[in-house]
């Protein structure tokens, strides 16, 4: 059955559930159709130019560290691994509220991953649980900006410098947010953002790996692409084909359709980002100090993307259950990660990270969102903690 254009506007991520409200919506500029007719056309379709001019385009608009373009988040987090060195064996700490994405990449590398509690005003890691799990097989620090609130990067950084770890940022959901001042792909040792549909801006799948050490982001170019120097001399009788393959590779590029995507969708970025700012804006101020809503703490020094807006709700469940039934889509977001099977599967004593859940909604933030629909979220959500 195909379904009607009005179906597919107002399904929510539960097929066939229509929804007045949706959590998120995924959006294309029409300025990218021209543009990818031309590209799909083309002889460059797989490897070509735009991924340099997207990777450079990028760098100068966020200040970031080396850009290396991939095929999605998931790739740069695992290619961040591989650089940094961790095999099988090693533990690498990280947190439990979050996409799996950011986890299974450890188990491709035959490494462990060691579950930190998070701060339960903000979602983010807490610094000081890091340091107590820290062995002598800890080799790194992954951690994610939840939400798009970077986390205590300071606190991060200096345990690290302590122990002799690297940190690996999944930024996925925090393209454009500042730590003190300094944008978030120019602090970690590996910055890891994500282009995939819902994302801040989207190349439908892709992402971005930020190297802080040259010589590292020379390699992630080798491995991204076969482990080959595409740039190395030829021998000119044999031409493009006599190469060396110099470690593992992998088939990690972005592809020229995506690039051509991005391109677009970096033009929009500032308006998409500060209509982000907008919507946050009255949900803090319309929201905060109603009786049954806990907004989260508010940090002057980080500049947050709002990808998600999660709150703490009393009766949760419940207010959850009157909010869908008024076509407003929320969601508990991550599934915390100790309890998936592939993990382990088991409830770790991570006490912060199970108040966290029990009370935890994100509350629709996309850029298709209007003013009234806003309004209307709003107003449902104060007579739903009533
Ligand atoms: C989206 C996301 C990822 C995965 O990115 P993909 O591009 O889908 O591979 C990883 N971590 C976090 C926190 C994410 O939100």
């Not at 097929?15 to 021209?34: C, Q, T, W, Y």
């Not at 040259?214 to 190395?232: F, S």
């Not at 493009?240 to 690039?259: P, Q, R």
């Amino acid at each position: 059955m195909k379904p009607s254009m009005s179906t597919q506007e107002n399904e929510g991520p539960f097929l066939g559930r229509k929804m007045k409200v949706n959590l998120f919506h995924p959006l294309i500029p029409e300025s990218a159709i021209g543009p990818v007719n031309e590209i799909l056309r083309s002889k460059w379709i797989g490897q070509g130019s735009n991924i340099a001019e997207f990777e450079k385009r990028f760098s100068e608009k966020f200040k970031t560290y080396n850009p290396v373009a991939v095929i999605t988040g998931t790739a740069a987090i695992h290619l961040s691994l591989v650089l940094a060195g961790i095999g099988p064996g090693d533990e690498v700490i990280t947190t439990p509220l979050t996409c799996p994405a950011t986890n299974h990449p450890i188990l491709y590398q035959f490494a462990r991953p060691v579950f930190a509690d998070i701060q339960y005003e903000t979602g983010n890691m807490d610094p000081e649980d890091v340091e107590r799990k820290i062995t002598p097989k800890t080799k790194a620090i992954m951690c994610v900006d939840y939400g798009g609130r970077p986390c205590d990067l300071d606190e991060i950084k200096e345990i690290a410098l302590r122990h002799n770890l690297q940190v690996i940022e999944d930024s996925a959901q925090a393209l454009g947010a500042e730590y003190k001042g300094t944008p978030i792909g120019r602090i970690a040792d590996y910055t890891c953002f994500s282009f995939q549909a819902l994302k801040i801006i989207t190349t439908i799948e892709g992402g971005m790996l930020c190297v802080k050490d040259p010589e590292k982001y020379k390699e992630a170019i080798r491995r991204r692409w076969y482990g080959v120097d595409r740039e190395a001399p030829k021998n000119p009788l044999f031409g493009n084909f006599d190469y060396d393959a110099t470690e593992i590779g992998y088939k990690y590029n972005m592809n020229n359709v995506a690039a051509t995507v991005g391109l677009e969708q970096l033009k929009s970025f500032d308006s998409l980002f500060s209509r982000k700012q907008e919507i946050a804006k009255r949900y803090n101020e319309e929201l905060g100090g109603v009786s049954g809503i806990t907004l989260f703490k508010q940090e002057k020094h980080k500049k947050n993307t709002y990808y998600l807006f999660p709150m703490h709700i009393r009766n949760r469940d419940k207010v959850a259950g009157k909010l869908m039934q008024k076509g407003i889509e929320v969601s508990v977001g991550h599934t915390r990660n100790d309890k998936l099977s592939v993990f382990g599967g088991k409830f770790l004593n991570l006490p912060n990270l199970t108040r966290f859940s029990e009370s935890v909604i994100c509350t629709p933030i996309h850029n298709k969102l209007t003013d009234e629909e806003v309004s209307y979220v709003i107003k449902s959500l104060k007579e739903a903690v009533k």
